[in-house]
C-alpha cells in the first residue's frame, strides 16, 4: 500500500516552460487536492476534486490547470512557469466523510 | 473568513523538556481540528483529531487540549525527544463544505541535544 505517490520529487524549469505534476493514490479515495507550500504562508490550495471528471479552483488557481480522468490520479500542469511558481508542491488525499488528509511527499519546483 | 494561526513561528528547547503550542481559529461552523507534524522534506502526518466535544486527547507524548468556547487548541509534547523536531500544523474543518481544510502556518520545532 503505497498511499499517496507524487511524481517528479525535483524538477527544475525555465520559465515560460511547461510541466505536469503527477499525484497518484491506491486507497480509493474520493477527494484529491494540490497545495503549495511556501516559506511563512503554510499549505495553500490550489486546485481540488471531489471525484473522477471533477475539478474545482481553490485560493491559488491562476497559472495552474487540472485534470482528474481517472479516480486514483490528479494531474497538475503549468502551461507557462513563471519564477513564482518556484515552490513545493503536495498532492493530498481524503476518504468522503472522513477529514484525514494524507500527503504525498512533495515536489520541489524551481523556476528559473 | 475562515482562519487559522499559530504560535509561536519557531521554538527552541533542548531535549527532554516539555513545550506547548498554540492553536486559534475562527472556522465556522466547527467540525473537527487535527494536528499533523511535518518532517523536513516531507508531507505532514496527521496525529491527533479532537472534535467539538472532547477537550483532551493522548497520544503518546503528544497531548492535544481543546475550548471550543474560546476556540483554541494547544498541544503539548512531554519529554521531547531528536525525533520531535519538524513542524506541527493546525488544520481545521469546516462543518459543511468540508471539501476545503483550513490550514495554519505551522510551528517549526526544533529539538537539540
Known amino acids: 500500500n503505497a498511499g499517496v505517490t507524487q511524481t517528479p520529487k525535483f524538477r527544475v524549469l525555465k520559465t515560460g516552460q511547461s510541466m505536469t505534476l503527477l499525484c497518484a493514490q491506491d486507497?480509493?479515495?474520493?477527494?484529491m487536492y494540490w497545495y503549495r507550500q511556501d516559506p511563512g504562508m503554510g499549505l495553500r490550495l490550489i486546485h481540488y476534486s471531489v471525484g473522477e471528471g471533477t475539478t474545482a479552483k481553490g485560493e491559488v488557481p491562476d497559472g495552474y490547470n487540472v485534470s482528474r480522468l481517472k479516480k486514483q490520479n490528479f494531474l497538475l500542469g503549468l502551461e507557462s512557469a513563471a519564477p513564482s511558481q518556484t515552490s513545493v508542491y503536495f498532492c493530498a488525499s481524503r476518504q468522503t466523510g472522513s477529514t484525514e488528509a494524507f500527503f504525498g511527499q512533495g515536489t520541489r519546483l524551481t523556476v528559473v | 473568513k475562515n482562519q487559522v494561526e499559530q504560535s509561536p513561528q519557531s521554538l527552541i528547547i533542548l531535549e527532554g523538556k516539555n513545550c506547548t503550542l498554540q492553536?486559534?481559529?475562527?472556522?465556522?461552523?466547527?467540525?473537527?481540528l487535527r494536528w499533523y507534524k511535518q518532517d523536513t522534506g516531507r508531507g505532514p502526518v496527521s496525529l491527533t483529531i479532537m472534535t467539538f466535544s472532547e477537550n483532551t486527547k493522548s497520544n503518546g507524548r503528544y497531548t492535544a487540549t481543546l475550548d471550543a468556547d474560546t476556540k483554541q487548541s494547544s498541544l503539548h509534547i512531554t519529554a521531547s525527544q531528536l525525533s520531535d523536531s519538524a513542524s506541527y500544523i493546525c488544520?481545521?474543518?469546516?462543518?459543511?463544505?468540508?471539501?476545503?481544510?483550513?490550514f495554519g502556518t505551522g510551528t517549526r520545532l526544533t529539538i537539540i541535544p
Open positions: 488544520v481545521v474543518s469546516a462543518r459543511f463544505g468540508n471539501e476545503k481544510l483550513t
Open positions: 492553536c486559534n481559529y475562527t472556522v465556522s461552523p466547527f467540525s473537527n
Open positions: 486507497m480509493n479515495h474520493e477527494y
